[in-house]
């Protein structure tokens, strides 16, 4: 496996281009930060199908984008007026069901 990358780096040189450096490593990331994106399994399932902890997942896999700001406030705003009238109405409902 220590030499999985020689054959890609190959096909680069090959094709007239300069191989990425730790190509290997960083299709592995994409894929996993992709995954992990998508939510695709449990942390813990794709860091065994990536072959690794959670723990090595969280501190040199996983990467915050600007994008994931942008998605989280792009999100509804959570209304606690509107929750607590619906709370509200039920719980009138029921104590009305019950006299």
């Given amino acids: ?9 190959y096909i ?3 094709a007239g281009h300069e191989p990425r450096p730790n190509l290997i490593k960083n299709l592995r ?10 939510r695709e399994a449990p942390h813990h399932v794709i860091a ?4 690794h902890s959670v ?3 969280k501190s040199d896999y996983a990467i915050v984008s600007e994008g994931h700001f ?18 509200a109405s039920l719980f009138s409902s029921k104590k009305a069901r019950y006299q």
Wanted: charged share 25%; aromatic share 10%.
């Fill in 48 to 51: 065994a199908w990536i072959g």
């Fill in 29 to 38: 990331l994409s894929c996993e930060n992709d995954w992990l994106d998508r």
């Fill in 55 to 57: 723990e090595v997942q």
């Fill in 1 to 9: 496996m220590s030499n999985f990358h020689k054959p890609f780096e």
């Fill in 70 to 87: 942008g998605q989280f406030n792009s999100r509804p705003q959570h209304n606690p007026t509107k929750k607590a009238s619906i709370r």
């Fill in 12 to 14: 680069s040189r090959q």
